[in-house]
């Protein structure tokens, strides 16, 4: 009987330390996970970090430079099209696109593909994207920054990085973060 309540005891300490270490891991992952609500905006007195200007040739043909689009909110999102991610997060960058393009926000999307134009055109037409997509040269130095797809950028209207998304961005998260971007005061 000793035997055995020993043998409990033993595993009853044991369940009780499995348990501490996995409450100490969720706690080290959740502190490390990006958060995905607009309380992940830098405030202003941080954002010390400038997005690169860069200047990329458009599907259309045209060339859109980040610089023309200071005073306004933007969103840099890299992208691919084999990227199951980036492909689920279009259909609401795309309402967010049409939703706020009156107050001042933009999204442009950089396309990741090595192959370029030639695969990326015939995806963006048929999935009819309203905002400019972008396709880098080969040597894209912005680009090497860029660990994993999708990774976005979400920038003020003075073009300092407000927020990095890494992975899909949902839809609400993206339009509550543009809407308290573009509700913060725009120095001229």
Not at 53 to 82: C, I, M, P, Y
Not at 93 to 114: P, Q, T
Not at 174 to 181: T, V
Request: aromatic letters at 8%.
């Amino acid at each position: 009987m000793a035997e055995k309540l020993a043998t409990e005891r033993t595993n009853l300490d044991f369940l009780l330390k499995l348990a501490c270490v996995a409450a100490v891991g969720v706690g080290i992952v959740w502190t490390f996970i990006p958060r995905t609500r607009a309380s992940g905006i830098r405030p202003v007195a941080q954002r010390v970090r400038k997005m690169p200007d860069f200047a990329l040739q458009a599907l259309d043909g045209k060339t859109w430079k980040l610089s023309e689009h200071r005073g306004q909110v933007v969103l840099v999102n890299f992208w691919a099209t084999w990227c199951p991610p980036c492909r689920a997060e279009m259909p609401g960058l795309a309402r967010v696109s049409r939703e706020l393009a009156a107050d001042h926000f933009v999204i442009a999307g950089i396309a990741m593909d090595d192959e370029g134009a030639a695969v990326v055109k015939p995806f963006a037409e048929r999935r009819s994207i309203p905002y400019p997509i972008l396709v880098p040269p080969a040597v894209f130095p912005l680009g090497n920054g860029v660990e994993s797809l999708p990774t976005s950028f979400l920038v003020d209207r003075e073009g300092r990085i407000a927020k990095v998304y890494v992975g899909e961005i949902s839809e609400a998260v993206l339009l509550a973060d543009a809407r308290a971007l573009l509700a913060e005061p725009h120095a001229s």
